[in-house]
């Protein structure tokens, strides 16, 4: 990999998501080697996906060059690369690009979309995990409307018109609300001769209520301003197969529609090497202990979504969110600087900080530690904090523009085809 010789120890980090930039920085200036690992050569800013896939934002608004995040850094050094193994024995990660050895080995790999084992709803379903399958997903749904305008069968133009959202977590419920909004202000204008009022939005969710983890009023009240966008949501009910025109379920529902979006959950993105069951639990993600620290190994340690610590506090594992990813981060670079030196590291604390979705326009919920409100206020407070951890001045601006000019003018400027995604389906509906 042309990683230069250096008497620093080499901390190799997998993976530059919330948790990986947030160690990397962490180490940057310290006496240490740090070669930072990743398929991408961008860091992604995952929680406004849903708007690169309704035209919101274009993907550069939510991408930011991972080289260019700590370009001021001597000691580190990226490489564009797919993690494919870790040999734990030999300290080697074994990549596409070559061999590297490591004295300290992070994984910070994050998550994928969950399935839980249906194949043919993987193979026919969108999924919103990335920036290309949110512009796979945008140009899906924009292609639906322009195949509905040469239908003459009413069944197959409803089918493209109709849209089924499995999981009415953050992404779910914030997705959904974005299509609503687009459906009200600006199909009518972009299709005048396609009834876009036949358009539906469902939201599947097999739980009892949507935004699952935040309080019951803000669950309670995400329901009231999905509902009154025309938002169809179905609780208690399971999605069991999509062949990607008829949506089954555990009841008698059934949906026709030519777009499914799966956001029912994540897990893990393990490596192999580190993917034994003596490692992997609960969401397939990796057993570590308080500091961090994979079971069994003093130099191998992980952090963020692929991460799984159990406290009393989260038996079942923090959360698998920006905030738990980005204070690991920071922690572990404190602790392996201690272990460097040979001293105690220090157990791994999270502050929770709140939780938040937007429904769309002037509609928000917001859950922090002492406050719950929601409404507009929770929107202008979902929107500064949201624009605080982008990173880049230019995002900021240019994310800040972008809704300022989509508020004033009930418009979406970037519902652009710019690489088409055709799917075969296996008959007409």
């Excluded at 945008?138 to 040469?150: G, K, T, V, W, Y």
């Amino acid at each position: 990999m042309n990683i230069p010789r250096t008497s620093f120890p080499r901390v190799v980090i997998i993976g530059g998501g919330f948790a990986g930039v947030s160690l990397a920085k962490k180490l940057s200036k310290q006496e240490v080697q740090v070669v930072l690992l990743d398929k991408h050569n961008y860091h992604t800013f995952q929680p406004l996906l849903y708007q690169v896939s309704t035209g919101g934002l274009e993907p550069d608004s939510i991408a930011y060059p991972i080289r260019k995040i700590l370009k001021d850094f001597p000691n580190f050094h990226f490489r564009l690369a797919n993690v494919e193994e870790i040999n734990t024995e030999a300290k080697k990660v074994i990549t596409d690009i070559g061999t590297l050895k490591f004295d300290y080995l992070v994984v910070a790999s994050g998550s994928k979309t969950n399935y839980f084992g249906n194949t043919e709803i993987e193979k026919n379903s969108m999924a919103m995990k990335t920036i290309p399958q949110s512009l796979n997903l945008r140009s899906l749904i924009l292609e639906n409307f322009e195949d509905a305008l040469l239908t003459s069968d009413l069944n197959e133009r409803n089918a493209l018109m109709n849209f089924v959202i499995v999981g009415g977590g953050p992404t779910g419920v914030e997705l959904a609300g974005a299509l609503a909004e687009i459906k009200k202000g600006i199909l009518p204008k972009d299709y005048p001769d396609l009834d876009t009022r036949m358009a539906q939005i469902h939201i599947i969710q097999s739980g009892d209520c949507v935004l699952k983890g935040m309080s019951d009023k803000a669950s309670a009240k995400a329901e009231d301003f999905l509902e009154k966008l025309g938002v169809h949501i179905w609780k208690n009910v399971r999605v069991t197969n999509y062949d990607g025109k008829t949506v089954t379920t555990n009841s008698d529902l059934t949906f026709e529609t030519a777009t499914l979006i799966w956001a029912a959950g994540v897990k893990g993105a393990t490596i192999k090497g580190l993917d034994a069951s003596e490692f992997i639990t609960r969401g397939n993600r990796i057993l570590v202990n308080e500091f961090n620290q994979v079971k069994g190994f003093n130099h191998i340690f992980a952090v963020g979504d692929v991460a799984f610590m159990e406290t009393v506090e989260h038996p079942e594992g923090f959360p698998m969110m920006a905030q738990p990813a980005i204070q690991q981060g920071k922690q572990l670079g404190e602790n392996l600087l201690r272990l460097i030196e040979g001293k105690s590291m220090k157990p791994f604390e999270y502050k929770d900080k709140g939780a938040m979705a937007t429904i769309g326009r002037n509609k928000a919920v917001v859950d922090l530690p002492k406050f719950k409100f929601q409404g507009i206020i929770a929107w202008y407070v979902w929107m500064f904090v949201h624009l605080f951890f982008l990173i880049g001045f230019r995002n900021r601006m240019v994310v800040f523009i972008n809704w300022v000019y989509n508020y004033v003018r009930f418009d979406r400027e970037a519902r652009l085809i710019i690489t088409p995604f055709k799917r075969t389906l296996k008959s007409k509906f």
